[in-house]
């Protein structure tokens, strides 16, 4: 009795899909396509006059001032020591104090920075406890004054036997960054 039960429900099942199937079918009413561009596009010819371009078939050139590279914005200051004390002497950050997140900037620091020059900017960063690099200097060293534009520039560019980290932090973060060290150059000169 159990077996047959079993079976009667499986041709119950199937028959309750075949009823199902069946009455969704309408051949009364046609089918419609609701995109039909996308399933029958239109075939167009390289160079083929278009309505599309104002100035017939040039392309447009992009807006005036506009940058099609993504959020890059280039950094027009130069890698030379000149640009360097260019930068430490007029290169401001864009970022008004609102702006500024020290919980983002903070774990970008640890990140990229904590590693050489020590999560307190003391200079005594993992690598340099290890000794695998010699002569990071500390934030509040006597007779280095560093603004935030030799902060952005070293980090844009580099100095020394550090590499550049333009590639690793877009420029609002690099600024974030700046504002972070800063804060540890103040902690360290109280």
Same mark, same amino acid.
């Given at each position: 009795?159990? %077996? ?18 069946? &009455? ?17 596009? $239109? ?13 017939? $078939? ?23 020591? @000149?640009?360097? @004390? ?12 609102? =702006? ?6 903070? *774990?970008?620091? +640890? ?8 999560? !307190?900017?003391?200079? !005594? ?5 290890? @000794?695998?690099?010699?002569?990071? *200097? &500390? ?6 004054? %560093?603004?935030?534009? &030799? ?12 590499? &550049?980290?333009?590639? =690793?932090?877009? @420029?609002?973060?690099?600024? =974030? ?8 150059? +103040?902690?360290?000169?109280?």
């Amino acid at each position: 009795m159990h %077996i047959n039960m079993k079976t009667s429900l499986k041709y119950i099942v199937v028959l309750v899909m075949l009823v199902g199937f069946v &009455s969704c079918q309408n051949n009364s009413k046609p089918n419609y396509q609701f995109m039909p561009d996308m399933y029958e596009s $239109v075939g167009y010819e390289t160079y083929q006059e278009s309505d599309a371009f104002a100035n017939g $078939v040039q392309a447009q050139l992009p807006a005036e001032g506009t940058i099609p590279r993504g959020d890059f914005m280039p950094y027009e200051i130069e890698d030379t020591n @000149e640009g360097f @004390e260019f930068a430490k002497a007029n290169l401001k950050s864009p970022l008004d104090s609102t =702006q500024v997140d020290y919980d983002r900037g903070g *774990p970008l620091y +640890a990140i990229y920075c904590g590693i050489c020059h020590g999560n !307190k900017g003391d200079g !005594k960063g993992k690598l340099v406890d290890r @000794e695998k690099i010699l002569g990071v *200097p &500390s934030y509040d060293d006597i007779g280095r004054s %560093i603004t935030e534009g &030799s902060i952005y520039h070293v980090i844009y560019y580099g100095k020394n036997t550090m590499g &550049s980290y333009a590639n =690793q932090l877009n @420029e609002e973060e690099r600024w =974030q960054v700046v504002a972070y060290v800063q804060k540890l150059k +103040a902690d360290l000169e109280k």
